[in-house]
């Protein structure tokens, strides 16, 4: 007779001690070398009744040469099938890396609405060479507060380098709003927008448990990350794809969104 294995007894003591030191081990392994480029794909739906379009927002590239990673976004962004795409800004920090990411970027096989983020202008990114990128695509570079009607049915509003305090919703269409900083949506009139997209925050990058971001940037205010109801209309604001400062990110993918609308 084959006698039962023996389990070794597990000592209090030693079980606290190896989780204690093995919890932050795992969550460094996850900061730093998982979650940086495991990109979510979050599926939004918006309005009542049968959604009559669909579209994909995505923002802050911060493309720093790293080809693979924003080719793997590309794919991820034509396989949801969108009618068009919104990108709210900071496609670089050096302006070296621009003509790159615009042509991988050109590789999306539906038109590109975008509007530029803080470091865009910091970089003094060449926004000709952007517009015309854009525009083989089918779609707009919106650097100002400018407004573009697509096939008659949706309005996509653009707020560059000043606050969106002018603008006002097609009533013949449905009408989405780019915006960089999440905090300018209070800048926004009190009409019902269907869409309010913006970036900037990447979520903050690391968010603790119970406690949420440990820091964010400027005019973030507390639109840090995900879907809020606002007076002008529902804001969702994106963690981003890049990173900014610290290529670390915890309990905060990068992602895409997939909106139905």
């Excluded at 979650?35 to 994909?56: D, M, S, Y």
């Excluded at 990114?125 to 015309?132: K, L, Q, S, V």
């Excluded at 096939?151 to 269409?173: M, Q, R, S, W």
């Amino acid at each position: 007779m084959i006698s039962p294995m023996k389990l070794p007894k597990i000592n209090r003591r030693k079980f606290f001690w190896s989780l204690f030191f093995g919890l932050p081990a795992a969550a460094f392994t996850d900061s730093y070398w998982i979650e940086p480029n495991w990109l979510a794909v979050r599926k939004i739906r918006l309005g009542q009744g049968e959604p009559t379009h669909r579209f994909v927002h995505f923002t802050d590239l911060h493309h720093k040469g790293d080809k693979v990673y924003l080719e793997s976004v590309v794919q991820k962004i034509n396989k949801a099938e969108p009618d068009f795409v919104c990108m709210t800004g900071d496609i670089v920090e050096d302006n070296s890396f621009l003509t790159e990411a615009l042509e991988i970027l050109k590789g999306i096989k539906s038109p590109i609405y975008g509007v530029p983020g803080n470091h865009d202008f910091w970089a003094h990114a060449d926004f000709e060479e952007i517009a015309r990128a854009f525009a083989e695509t089918g779609g707009a570079w919106l650097n100002g507060t400018q407004a573009v009607t697509r096939d008659g049915k949706i309005t996509v509003l653009g707020a560059g380098e000043h606050p969106p305090t002018g603008f006002k919703p097609n009533t013949a269409t449905k009408n989405i709003v780019l915006i960089h900083y999440p905090e300018w949506v209070e800048k926004l009139p009190p009409n019902k927008f269907d869409a309010i997209l913006a970036g900037h925050s990447h979520g903050g990058q690391v968010r603790l448990p119970f406690y949420g971001p440990i820091a964010v940037p400027f005019s973030t205010g507390k639109y840090d990350l995900g879907l809020f109801e606002t007076p002008s209309g529902p804001l969702y604001v994106s963690a981003g794809i890049g990173w900014f400062l610290f290529n670390i990110r915890f309990r905060c993918r990068p992602e895409i969104a997939v909106f139905e609308i």
